[in-house]
């Protein structure tokens, strides 16, 4: 009776969902529960359907599936699939009533598949903002002298070596050079030809704005200490070297008349970072520019100077600008403090700046 009933059922469901439409094979010849084919891809139901315990109508229900479930076909006998469901359960279903699915398959007990890491992208230079020397950055970007690395970012606080800076230097003060002539050649005995640096080396060495250290090497990985990095700077954009005591005091003094040294500067040895580098090379060339377009980018710090005096004495001058404090050689004067200057004159500091007083007629 539960064969008849189920028989009878069956037919029911195969008629209404349209399996009279095409040729059946009836349980005589496909009725098994071992698969003619194998098979291996999933499937999602496209309505609610009967999982049967034989791959024939005449077949024991197992459960019904829910629309939209999703299974894992093992194997095919003439238009039946063989399949496990999430939970375990393995039967037969109608292939009208599955499609082929892209959904992922999730066992009971098992993991679920990890969702795909999304791609990150990030905008160029994303690392500067709100960086002290932010605007010395984007201009040097800007301006194609410096460019970030490929995930986007620029790393201010990195340190630059020797060959990084001398690339860079050449590159912005002699942009029409013929670099590449100079890549054959073993300039100094640590700079072996063909290199990447070597046309910049070979070149800087040409013009006269490096010489190298006594043993005759130049050491381009080595990152570079404030005092060289000056030099090569200020002689790679037109100043003359000249070698005083010690013998960066002159640089120095030159940088300093023209305000160009980055104010976090408090160490003739401290090793440049590449947002210093960027701020040095700013300032340079907006001074090269014009007076107003050098004021217009140091604003509210023009009267504030880096010294050969305020980094001997190891002074900070970036951290007295937010108090408006002053230098008078390597002093400090708080804002509003005066002191004589000769007999006949007191200056007082004002948020910076010295305002000089004539006492006598």
């Known amino acids: 009776m539960k064969k008849l009933l189920m028989l009878m059922v069956s037919f029911t469901v195969i008629a209404s969902s349209g399996f009279f439409g095409k040729s059946v094979v009836l349980a005589t010849d496909v009725c098994s529960d071992t698969p003619q084919e194998s098979a291996d891809f999933y499937v999602e139901t496209s309505q609610a359907s009967w999982l049967m315990s034989q791959s024939c109508v005449d077949s024991d229900v197992i459960v019904t599936m829910p629309q939209g479930s999703v299974m894992h076909v093992i194997g095919k006998t003439e238009g039946w699939h063989k399949l496990v469901t999430e939970d375990g359960q393995t039967g037969w279903m109608w292939e009208d009533f599955v499609t082929s699915t892209s959904k992922t398959f999730n066992p009971v007990g098992s993991e679920p598949e990890p969702e795909p890491e999304p791609e990150v992208t990030y905008d160029p230079m994303y690392d500067i903002y ?4 932010e605007d010395a950055m984007w201009y040097v970007y800007d301006n194609g002298i410096v460019q970030g690395y490929e995930d986007g970012s620029y790393k201010p606080e990195q340190k630059i070596n020797r060959a990084e800076l001398l690339k860079i230097i050449v590159e912005a003060a002699y942009d029409e050079a013929d670099f590449e002539g100079y890549a054959g ?6 700079v072996p030809a063909n290199e990447w640096y070597t046309p910049y080396v070979c070149f800087a060495k040409d013009e006269g704005i490096v010489e190298g250290y006594e043993d005759g090497t130049f ?3 080595q990152e570079i200490i404030f005092v060289e990095a000056l030099k090569i700077t200020t002689v790679g954009f037109g100043n003359e070297y000249t070698k005083g005591t010690p013998w960066y005091k002159d640089t120095v003094d030159y940088a300093a008349d023209m305000n160009v040294i980055p104010l976090d500067i408090d160490s003739f040895s401290e090793k440049l970072t ?5 701020e040095l090379i700013t300032r340079i060339l907006k001074y090269q520019e014009s007076e107003t377009a050098f004021e217009d980018y140091v604003a509210d710090s023009m009267y504030y100077v880096v010294t050969f005096d305020t980094i001997d004495a190891g002074l900070d001058v970036a951290s007295l600008v937010e108090t408006g404090a002053c230098i008078s050689g ?14 006949c004159t007191v200056c007082t500091c004002d948020n910076g700046n010295w305002l000089c007083t004539g006492l006598c007629m």
């Open 130 to 133: 709100d960086h002290k020397y």
């Open 185 to 190: 050649q073993s300039c100094f005995s640590d």
């Open 219 to 221: 050491r381009p990985a």
């Open 274 to 278: 590449r947002g210093q580098m960027a």
């Open 330 to 343: 390597s002093t400090v004067y708080d804002d509003g403090e005066s002191y004589d200057q000769d007999e």
